[in-house]
């Protein structure tokens, strides 16, 4: 058949597309529908059209469920290719001018402190004053997935194993240590050693857990005889530093985000001080993505740092 004999171009509401995509990827259409500042009922009924528009099924749902189909699966992914074309539009038609333009999306967990990045982004702000740029703080795992959904430019995060969907190279390495706010026991001790944490209370990361991107402070925490079941825990970096400044348990930070807090009096560091755990912040995107202008050329000077730079200048010291 001829583009123009085919019926689905011509028929389908592009809007309905759009709804499509956010149902998928806020996990359902109530979320859906705060995202989009609409009516459940509405979010429903345009998912409705659309199935009828594409005579397949593209979700399963129910009052506990939620799933995708696999045809809903294959239009999310064509949904996503053209509204990422569509995206692009502008920056093309402003390179065609002689400039650089376009969005740049970032998504990093919380607390990336990077002096390296920020100065390329300075400068990348400054040589093209067009490029516009949103930036989501989230945990390492919803970073990656925004990525493999094709939703970021790029990621900042942690990442416990190789993802073959994603591009990643080290960023730059943090060392974490334990530490204990003013109303601790151990606060202000000087002569501490190991021995002394057996059996504290510990505060921590979601992903502090088995085989997860910060096994190396969960190993630091059994190191150090803390009691194993979590007092406390959150995705946020600043939380847990909150935690531990209220005296909920001990708690792994990196020590160059730290440092401050101890020298202010909020945070006394604890044994152990030598081999501390190192921790790598990585550069993620995805090779997949079809990049706007203002995309390519930050990847591009991007990329070119990490060759320029070695790792040691960019990490941290213990």
């Not at 501390?276 to 550069?283: E, S």
Request: proline share 6%.
């Amino acid at each position: 058949m001829k583009p123009y004999e085919q019926r689905l171009p011509f028929h389908l509401d592009w809007n309905l597309l759009r709804t499509f995509m956010v149902v998928i990827e806020q996990g359902g259409i109530t979320r859906a529908a705060e995202f989009l500042g609409l009516r459940q009922p509405t979010v429903s009924s345009a998912l409705k059209r659309l199935e009828e528009t594409v005579g397949k099924r593209l979700l399963d749902r129910g009052p506990s469920h939620f799933a995708v189909t696999e045809a809903g699966r294959i239009l999310y992914r064509e949904a996503r290719s053209m509204f990422e074309a569509v995206t692009q539009i502008p920056g093309l038609m402003s390179a065609a001018e002689g400039r650089v333009s376009g969005h740049v999306a970032i998504a990093m967990t919380s607390h990336v402190v990077s002096p390296h990045f920020d100065a390329l982004l300075a400068r990348f702000n400054a040589a093209h004053p067009d490029v516009t740029y949103s930036i989501v703080v989230t945990e390492s795992a919803e970073v990656l997935n925004r990525l493999r959904q094709n939703r970021a430019t790029l990621g900042l995060c942690l990442m416990s194993r190789p993802d073959p969907a994603l591009a990643a190279r080290v960023l730059f390495r943090e060392y974490f240590g334990l530490f204990c706010g003013p109303g601790h026991r151990l606060f202000g001790r000087e002569e501490l050693v190991l021995a002394d944490l057996e059996g504290e209370e510990s505060v921590s990361f979601q992903t502090d857990i088995e085989g997860g991107s910060l096994h190396s402070v969960t190993q630091l925490r059994e190191l150090a005889l803390l009691r194993p079941k979590l007092k406390g825990v959150s995705a946020n970096l600043p939380e847990v530093l909150r935690m531990i400044v209220a005296g909920i348990g001990i708690g792994a930070l990196p020590v160059h985000v730290a440092r401050r807090e101890v020298e202010d009096g909020r945070l006394w560091p604890l044994p152990p001080r030598d081999g501390l755990p190192a921790v790598d912040v990585f550069l993620v995107a995805n090779p997949q993505r079809s990049l706007n202008p203002a995309e390519r050329l930050l990847v591009e000077w991007l990329g070119a740092m990490l060759d320029e730079v070695p790792l040691e200048e960019r990490s941290y010291a213990q």
